[in-house]
């Protein structure tokens, strides 16, 4: 099957800085797109930044100059440095991928989630 490990969160000072990780692992054919998202307590999750295997890039507008989103496409990881980071960023981080695995006969594309962890933003 398919992991995704996450590392990097914890607590920081507003106007700190904090790297996040993430690797897939597993039987994997191909990534498409991987992200990440936050789910701050009762909110939705919502995106954060995206990248795809050519390297196009999304980012939501409240992180926009701030945070950016890279990847490792040898080694299946996608890299999240966040800077100037605000009070309103604490949250629980996690990581996406788009990817494709093989079958037994064929393969199938499919999103894959990590487990999630806690970025803190205070004084």
């Not at 498409?32 to 009762?42: F, L, S, V």
């Not at 604490?90 to 989630?113: K, M």
């Amino acid at each position: 099957q398919v992991q995704l490990v996450e590392s990097g969160g914890g607590l920081v000072q507003p106007g700190g800085s904090l790297r996040l990780s993430c690797a897939a692992s597993g039987s994997i054919f191909s990534i498409n797109a991987m992200g990440w998202y936050r789910q701050a307590p009762g909110t939705q999750r919502e995106l954060v930044a995206t990248i795809t295997s050519g390297g196009r890039t999304n980012y939501a507008d409240s992180v926009k100059g701030r945070f950016t989103i890279s990847r490792d496409n040898a080694k299946n990881t996608v890299f999240l440095q966040m800077n100037s980071l605000k009070p309103e960023d604490t949250a629980v981080y996690y990581c996406n991928a788009d990817l494709t695995r093989p079958l037994v006969y064929g393969s199938i594309r499919s999103d894959y989630w990590g487990q999630g962890t806690q970025v803190t933003v205070s004084s």
